[in-house]
């Protein structure tokens, strides 16, 4: 029993290294001060997303400054912040960017214009 807990935390040690050492395209604190990273992978996947080619300054603004946050029903882990651009087409008119909460860091999953704020209320 205590190798298998032994090797357990060697391994969740050895995958917690991984995501930190990651390439980090940045890292921003949002309003309630947790740390939000958006890795080199998860840009590129990003930048296939339409009017999100230099996805980077306008990620932080929706980060630090969001219209909206909601939750994700199936798990509340993940939070989406929205940001409103009244000058976008209606069907693109807000940028969601869904982040993955582990300990009060977070991880941005993906981000995409989309025509409606979906999702559960954040309770804060």
Do not use: C
């Amino acid at each position: 029993m205590l190798d298998f807990r032994s090797d357990l935390v060697n391994n969740i040690y050895k995958i917690r290294l991984v995501i930190v050492f990651m390439d980090k395209i940045f890292e921003i604190t949002d309003k309630f001060g947790n740390k939000i990273r958006l890795t080199n992978k998860q840009y590129k996947h990003i930048q296939k997303h339409p009017h999100l080619h230099d996805p980077i300054d306008v990620l932080k603004l929706a980060i630090r400054n969001p219209t909206a946050i909601r939750y994700n029903e199936e798990d509340e882990s993940i939070k989406y912040f929205y940001k409103e651009f009244k000058e976008m087409l209606p069907e693109e008119r807000y940028l969601l960017i869904s982040i993955k909460f582990l300990n009060k860091e977070g991880f941005i999953i993906t981000a995409f214009y989309t025509n409606k704020i979906t999702g559960s209320k954040w309770k804060i």
